[in-house]
């Protein structure tokens, strides 16, 4: 074999052990979001009420409901002139939906029957004059009991926590591990004030306890961090409202 060959081989031979030893290390380097079990899997009875949710799809925002503890999820409507977000309450007092719908001159709230997705009224609504604040739900926020719910922590390790005026702060729930982008979007109470809905950037929607959860289940996947989820149980009006007595 003559040197140059031998040199060809060798040259060879050590970009194919570079190339190995650097996939290796970026095989390594991926590192995983925190796993969490599906309630669709396992669904939890003792979790009550009814959570409504967004995707957008190819037809328009599709507005969904599951049972809080988990199930199967149903369809209610789609819609290309619809809204279901941040500054939408999501449900009246008796059950409703409640929809932006917008139009070229004028904005409406839409109640939809979350059964049968048919439109049982719409509203108008100046969008300057009417009250926004206290219908806000995705945020970081108080709930019933007085109790506030926050986040901090390093980007990869957040921390969700609670505390009230009397109350000394409370970990409920804390991600560890997580790659460096990996954060908590918004969270928000359960009418009881029993649970948290959080959502995670991986656009998991997580249901933990708000007493502190060792293992907090993933109620709903594929949501985007601007769509919102709101939660409904029959008999609570905190998170509700009624556009046809406050609009």
């Known amino acids: 074999m003559t040197d140059s060959r031998k040199v060809l081989i060798s040259v060879v031979a050590s970009v194919g052990v570079i190339g190995l030893v650097v996939g290796l290390v970026l095989t390594l380097a991926i590192i995983p979001v925190p796993a ?8 939890d009875s003792s979790i009550p009420g009814t959570v409504a949710f967004s995707r957008w799809e190819s037809d328009g925002q599709c507005i969904s409901t599951l049972p809080a503890g988990g199930g199967e999820e149903h369809l209610v409507i789609c819609d290309q002139n619809i809204g279901f977000g941040e500054f939408t309450s999501g449900w009246t007092p008796d059950g409703l939906l409640i929809v932006e719908e917008f139009r070229a001159n004028s904005n409406l709230f839409r109640l939809v ?4 997705g048919d439109t049982v009224e719409r509203i108008a609504f100046d969008m300057e004059s009417v009250a926004r604040e206290p219908i806000r739900i995705n945020n970081f926020g108080v709930s019933t009991a007085g109790m506030t719910v926050e986040v901090d922590g390093p980007r990869g390790e957040p ?6 005026e009397s109350t000394p702060e409370r970990t409920v729930l804390a991600a560890e591990g997580g790659p460096a982008d990996y954060w908590f979007n918004w969270a928000a109470w359960s009418p009881d004030a029993e649970w948290i809905l959080v959502q995670d950037t991986e656009g998991r929607v997580l249901i933990v306890s708000a007493t502190g959860d060792p293992n907090p289940r993933i109620l709903v996947e594929d949501i985007d961090s601007w769509m919102g989820a709101s939660w409904f149980i029959p008999g609570y009006e905190e998170g509700t409202w009624d556009p046809r007595t406050d609009s």
Do not use: I, N, S
């Open 36 to 43: 969490f079990p599906l309630l669709a899997d396992q669904p």
């Open 113 to 116: 029957d979350p059964e049968t």
């Open 159 to 164: 921390r969700l926590f609670v505390y009230g």
